[in-house]
RNA sequence: GCUGCUGUAGCUCAGAGGUAGAGCACUCCCUUGGUAAGGGAGAGGUCGAGAGUUCAAUUCUCUCCAGCAGCACCA
């Protein structure tokens, strides 16, 4: 038999029998790494303990100290024990496939009844048995035949698809859980003696399509989430709690921002606290656009399908418009209108109007437009994905030449009011063209270069999604990652040279003939109500000072304190301040709770020792202590805060 | 849109085939209290909408609407 050099962490190297597999390299080190070998990397490839070695390799064995490894297989594995639980408690169900996903892993299977929140529990109790019995893993690799065969005859339907799916040359891998088989890439453990039977938990059940197509049946998918240990465990489940607790929904009606009813689905009443938000964010955008050399425009909501046509988007997307139909006198046909999904159409008519030159570009044009798209009933989610909304959007015209130096400018414009907005935590991704595309390679070579020259040029690393542009055009998308670690994908650049050539766009150049110019679609919140709804689960609630819509209420401890409570109030709105004085007949104690469950940044109290000195004692959220200040010195700190950052 | 679940007072929720209840919020009264709920009284509901079964439906059935969790979608 032929011999293999394998080299270890360490650096040593060994000969070993060619076909060995890691569960016997680890024997041949130590009786104790053989029982707590969980899995091996074998030349960089995460490798089963029982896959053979053929060629001499670099090899480490992971225990459970290597979390990554020892996550990807706890996880792995529950999702296999899960399915045997199910198949053992009903036989009937068909399995297909359960990947390891975010904290967990899910399966999907083929049932007719529907789980219930009771058959989880009694799924995990049986997951715990299969744990405890401590049965070993094997794994073999089957002919195609054989395994088509093999579930053909066990009725699993999916499975046999599965198998047919598999790419020629690929091995057919069969592993065994127990008495229990599934076909499975692995690697997995030893035994599931190996998986904590207490840092499970399964925790939830949804519909879900067979392989995501939604023109495929519809399979009963369970969630578990799985970790090391209990403690692991715990943690997750104080940062779902957590995050339950930010959940804009609930803060925007304890804070009294917007509400949503039946009448109006996806659609926000804003309330004044709320548009306070709205329209401060609004203002400092107009004002950072206008530093940064935008011109803003507004165009119609309702405009005729033939500009749809036009644009293309009728075709594409009519599902997804509302319709306005006008039936107007002495009409044959009802004019048939739509409300705008989106402004670049409407953009490009201002455009249009009158000749431009080479010398107008790059022109940066900016709508903070509101659309209307008719979302799919179960997209809908609060205020973050809604049927009518406000976009920060514009559109740069301008020559192929500008797209690098104009993405650059982009860049640096959205990182300042990420910056500003305390958000410094953010990546970009670069889609490049996908399959199914229009434009002539070189086109794209250009726009994929420009867009990742600018990055580079901006001082910004990029993450390349291959084949995720659009069909007319590569794009940059702006991921920006919240306090809890969260992430939202929020700024966008695309260059598009389709719509100028679909509505005729152009501009005399240099040379006195027509040009096509290009078009750049960029955002930076993306959406208004979106952006709002990040900021408040981010902030959980408690907003920074500027963008709080009650900043301070000020406080009565004694009602003779009443007077002095208004001209501290005076004071601070002269100053810029949104103040309120809050004189009811309560004791401080209710009126510091019910303000700071309000999230108000600042509490005044003042009773008759403030009276008397011309002071104020401050209360900040989130903190126990108070502070005597004096009426000047709060007034001029607040002053400060009060402004939007940019007018500091 | 698909699967499952949910819809009772402003909010959070309980309830049962015989037309409803709690806590908080609200109004009034007492209380002027020093930093996260002082006390008392009162008012408040076509039980999401429509149809069916029934002597009787908010409760059971069906349809629709909306919401929630996923999936699919997101120009």
Same mark, same amino acid.
């Given at each position: 038999m032929s011999q293999i050099s394998l080299t270890f962490p360490d650096g040593n190297a060994r000969d070993y029998d060619k076909g060995i597999t890691p569960a016997e390299v680890a024997e041949s080190i130590s009786k104790s790494l053989s029982k707590k070998a969980i899995s091996a990397t074998v030349n960089g490839a995460h490798w089963d303990l029982q896959w053979p070695i053929e060629d001499d390799a670099t090899v480490a064995i992971h225990t459970m100290q290597d979390d990554e490894q020892a996550l990807e297989l706890i996880r792995h594995d529950l999702a296999h024990v899960m399915a045997r639980a199910v198949q053992e408690i009903w036989p009937d169900v068909k399995v297909t496939i359960g990947p390891v996903r975010d904290n967990g892993w899910f399966y999907d299977f083929d049932r007719a009844e529907p789980f219930t929140p009771e058959d989880l529990g009694a799924i995990e109790a049986k997951m715990k048995d299969i744990i405890n019995a401590r049965d070993a893993v094997k794994t073999e690799v089957w002919g195609r035949d054989e395994a088509i065969e093999y579930y053909e005859s066990r009725g699993e339907s999916f499975k046999v698809e599965l198998v047919n799916r598999i790419p020629e040359g690929e091995n057919i891998r069969m592993y065994w859980h127990g008495d229990w088989q599934d076909l499975c890439r692995g690697p997995h453990l $030893? +035994?599931?003696? $190996?998986? !904590?039977?207490?840092?499970?938990k399964l925790t939830h059940v949804a519909g879900a399509y067979w392989l995501g197509d939604s023109d495929r049946p519809m399979l009963q998918r369970i969630y578990g989430v799985a970790f090391k240990n209990r403690k692991d465990l715990k943690a997750w489940e104080t940062m779902m709690e957590e995050a339950a607790k930010r959940d804009h929904r609930k803060l925007g009606r304890e804070m009294d921002l917007f509400h949503m009813q039946e009448e109006a689905p996806g659609q926000i009443f804003w309330h004044p606290n709320g548009w306070k938000i709205y329209t401060t964010l609004q203002d400092y955008m107009r004002r950072q656009q206008e530093r940064d050399g935008y011109v803003e425009v507004n165009t119609p909501q309702v405009v005729n399908r033939k500009l749809w046509e036009a644009s293309g988007h009728w075709d594409n997307y009519q599902e997804n418009m509302f319709i306005v139909e006008v039936d107007e006198d002495h009409a044959r046909e009802k004019t048939v209108n739509a409300?705008?999904? /989106?402004n670049c159409p409407c953009h490009v008519q201002v455009f249009n109007q009158g000749l431009k030159s080479y010398r107008d570009l790059p022109l940066r044009m900016a709508e903070f437009g509101s659309c209307n798209r008719y979302e !799919?009933?179960?997209?809908? +989610?609060? #205020? /973050? %994905?809604? %049927?009518g909304f406000t976009q920060d959007d514009a559109h740069i015209f301008c020559e192929e030449s500008h797209i690098e130096s104009e993405t650059k400018k982009f860049i640096e414009f959205l990182a300042a009011i990420y910056a500003d907005l305390g958000f410094h935590d953010w990546s970009i991704k670069l889609s490049t063209r996908p399959e199914k595309r229009i434009g002539t390679e070189e086109s794209w070579d250009h726009a994929e270069e420009s867009l990742g020259n600018a990055c580079k040029a901006a001082g910004y690393d990029y993450e390349i999604q291959e084949g995720e542009g659009a069909f007319y055009g590569p794009k940059l998308e702006f991921v920006l990652t919240d306090a809890i670690g969260r992430e939202w994908q929020c700024g966008t650049l695309q260059v598009d040279p389709n719509l100028p050539e679909r509505l005729d766009a152009n501009f005399v150049g240099q040379d006195g003939a027509k040009h096509r110019p290009v078009m750049l679609h960029r955002a930076v919140l993306g959406s208004f109500e979106r952006f709002i709804g990040i900021l408040i689960e981010s902030h959980a609630g408690k907003l920074p000072f500027w963008l709080a819509p009650r900043q301070v209420v000020v406080t009565t #401890? #004694?009602?003779?304190a009443d007077g002095y409570a208004d001209e501290v109030v005076a004071a601070l709105k002269a100053a810029g301040v949104r103040a309120e004085a809050d004189t009811r007949n309560e004791k401080i104690n209710y009126k510091v709770r019910e303000h700071s469950l309000a999230k108000v940044p600042v509490i005044l109290a003042v009773g008759a020792r403030e009276v008397e000195e011309k002071t104020v004692s401050v209360r900040r959220l989130g903190e126990k202590q108070t502070a005597v200040m004096s009426l000047d010195d709060i007034v001029a700190e607040l002053k400060d805060a009060a402004l939007a950052p940019d007018l500091k």
């Open positions: $030893q +035994h599931t003696g $190996q998986l !904590p039977a207490d840092a499970f409300l705008k999904p /989106m !799919p009933s179960g997209a809908l +989610h609060g #205020i /973050m %994905r809604v %049927r #401890i #004694i009602s003779e």
